[in-house]
C-alpha cells in the first residue's frame, strides 16, 4: 500500500467511524425524547381530563409503539431495497418532530373538546411512534458497516446510547416538572407537560441536522472487511437459521414486554402507593427513573465482557431468570395498606392555592383495589426495579447482537426492522393490556402475568441452544465437515 492509498484508506475509516457515532447519536436522542415524556404522560392526560381512567393511559403509551410497529419494517426494507440511509433516517426524524409538536399542542383543546385532546395525544405518540423507525435504520446500518469482529462491540455501544438516553430523559424531566404551570397564552401552554415535547421535538430537529452535515453512508470498512468479504462470498451459500431468529423475535418480545410495563406503569404505581399528587409523582418517578437508568447503563457496559466470559446464551437465560425474580417482588408485601382514598372524585383533587389549578391526588378512587390491598413495601419496588434495570438490557444487548450474528454477511435491514417492529408490538399490547389488569387488580397484575412468560424464556434458550447458533460458528462446522 502506497502513502496515496493509505491516506485514503485512513481518512475512509475515520469516515465511517464518524457515521457509526452519529448513528450513536440518532439512538441516544431517540431513546432520551421517548423517556423524557413518559414520567408525564399520565398527568398530562389528568390535566386534560381528571375523569381519564388508566385504560386511556394504556392506548396513549400504545400509540408510540404502534406507530414504530408499522414504520419499522416498512423503512427498513426501504433501506434495503435503496441500499441507502441518508433519506429514510432524515424522513423518520421529520415524522418524529411532528407528532412531538401534536402532542404539545393538544391542551389547545382541553377546554373546548377534552375528549378530542385526549385522542390527539394519542395521534401524536402514535406520529411520534413512526419516527422511531430511525431505530432500525441504526441498528441496521450497524450491522451492514461492520466487521464481524466490530459488530458485537458496536450492538453493545448503540444499545449503550440508548440507556444513557434513558438515563438522561427522567432527568430531564424532573428538570421540567420545576417548570409546573409555566406561562400560558390563551390555551396554548408551555408546562411540566408540553415542555418535555418541545424538547424533544428541538432534540429531533438537531440530530437531522448532524446528519444531513456529518453522516456519509458512503463509507465501508474497505481493507478491514477485506478477510470479512471474502469469508462472506463463501459463507454466502450458507442459508441463514430461520429457526435461530424467530427464537429470538420471542425473547425481544418478551424482554421488551417486560420493561415497557414497569415503565409505564411507574408514574402511576408512585402515585397510588404513596398517595402523591401529580406533580409529586412526576418529580419522584423521574428521580427514580434517573437512579436506577444507573444500573442500565452499566450493565451495557459489562454485558458483551460477560457474554464472551461465560456465553452469550447462558448469560441470555440468567437474565430473564432475574427479571422473573425482579416481577415477584413487584407483589406488595408491605405491612401497612394503600393510604386513604378519598370517596368521591372531586375530593380526591388538590388545588394550588389562589388559583384553579387542581390535580388529581393519590390511588384512583374508582378501582375497588385501593381500599383492600397492601401497600407495596417501598424497598422491595427499589430493589425489584434496581434487579429489573440490570437483567433487562443484558438480555437486550445480547439478543441484539446475537440476531446479527446469526443473519452473518446477509442484508440485515429488513431482519432489523421486523425485530424492532416486535418490540414495537410488546410495547404497545403491553401497556393497553397491562394498564387495564392494574385498573382491575393493582400491582399483582404485572406478577400474574410476566413471571410465567419470563420463567418460560431461560427454557426457550435452552432447548432452542442449537438454532441460536452464529452463521460463523455453523460455516466452521460445515468446513470440518468438508474437509474431514
Avoid at 441463514?240 to 421488551?256: D, P, R, T
Wanted: net charge positive; with cysteine; aromatic share 12%.
Amino acid at each position: 500500500m502506497n502513502g496515496e492509498e493509505s491516506s485514503y484508506f485512513v481518512l475512509a475509516e475515520q469516515k465511517r467511524w464518524r457515521s457509526i457515532r452519529i448513528m450513536y447519536l440518532v439512538l441516544f436522542l431517540n431513546s432520551t425524547g421517548f423517556s423524557i415524556l413518559l414520567p408525564s404522560l399520565w398527568p398530562y392526560l389528568q390535566h386534560i381530563s381528571p375523569t381519564v381512567n388508566y385504560s386511556f393511559l394504556g392506548f396513549a403509551a400504545a400509540g408510540y409503539s404502534f406507530g414504530q410497529l408499522i414504520a419499522s419494517p416498512l423503512v427498513g426494507k426501504w433501506s434495503t431495497m435503496r441500499n441507502k440511509f441518508t433519506l429514510p433516517v432524515q424522513v423518520t426524524m421529520l415524522v418524529g418532530v411532528i407528532g412531538n409538536l401534536l402532542y404539545a399542542l393538544s391542551g389547545l383543546l382541553k377546554d373546548t373538546s377534552p375528549t378530542g385532546a385526549l385522542w390527539l395525544v394519542v395521534v401524536g405518540r402514535v406520529i411520534s411512534g413512526m419516527g422511531a423507525g430511525c431505530i432500525a435504520l441504526a441498528r441496521s446500518y450497524h450491522g451492514t458497516v461492520t466487521t464481524l469482529d466490530e459488530r458485537t462491540a458496536v450492538v453493545s455501544k448503540g444499545s449503550m446510547a440508548q440507556a444513557a438516553g434513558f438515563i438522561i430523559g427522567p432527568g430531564l424531566s424532573f428538570l421540567t416538572s420545576l417548570v409546573h404551570k409555566g406561562f400560558s397564552y390563551h390555551n396554548w401552554e408551555v408546562s411540566q407537560y408540553t415542555l418535555p415535547a418541545y424538547l424533544s421535538a428541538l432534540m429531533i430537529a438537531v440530530n437531522m441536522v448532524i446528519v444531513a452535515v456529518w453522516f456519509r453512508e458512503d463509507v465501508a470498512p474497505t481493507e478491514l472487511m477485506v478477510n470479512s468479504i471474502v469469508q462472506s462470498s463463501e459463507m454466502i451459500t450458507l442459508r441463514v437459521k430461520w429457526s435461530g431468529i424467530v427464537i429470538c423475535n420471542i425473547l425481544f418480545y418478551i424482554a421488551m414486554l417486560s420493561f415497557t410495563v414497569m415503565e409505564t406503569l411507574n408514574t402511576p404505581i408512585i402515585q397510588a402507593e404513596l398517595g402523591l399528587s401529580q406533580s409529586q409523582a412526576v418529580r419522584y418517578s423521574s428521580i427514580f427513573l434517573t437512579c436506577t437508568s444507573v444500573f442500565s447503563f452499566m450493565t451495557f457496559a459489562i454485558s458483551t465482557p460477560l457474554g464472551k466470559r461465560f456465553g452469550e446464551r447462558k448469560m441470555m437465560g440468567i437474565a430473564f431468570s432475574m427479571s422473573a425474580l425482579a416481577y415477584i417482588l413487584f407483589y406488595p408485601m408491605g405491612p401497612n395498606y394503600i393510604p386513604k382514598v378519598e370517596w368521591t372524585p372531586l375530593s380526591n383533587l388538590t388545588a394550588d392555592a389562589n388559583s384553579t389549578y387542581t390535580e388529581v391526588a393519590g390511588c384512583n378512587w374508582q378501582n375497588k383495589w385501593c381500599y383492600t390491598q397492601r401497600q407495596l413495601n417501598i424497598a422491595q419496588f427499589i430493589v425489584a426495579n434496581c434487579i429489573l434495570l440490570f437483567s433487562y438490557p443484558l438480555g437486550v444487548v445480547l439478543l441484539l447482537s446475537r440476531t446479527s450474528k446469526i443473519l452473518g454477511p446477509h442484508p440485515q435491514g429488513t431482519v432489523m426492522g421486523i425485530l424492532t417492529a416486535v418490540g414495537s408490538l410488546s410495547r404497545a399490547v403491553g401497556p393497553a393490556i397491562f394498564t387495564s389488569l392494574f385498573q382491575a387488580l393493582g400491582p399483582p397484575a404485572m406478577v400474574y402475568v410476566l413471571v410465567p412468560a419470563l420463567c418460560i424464556s431461560p427454557v426457550l434458550v435452552f432447548f432452542g441452544r442449537s438454532h441460536l447458533e452464529t452463521f460463523e460458528t455453523r460455516h466452521v462446522k460445515l468446513q470440518r465437515e468438508l474437509f474431514t
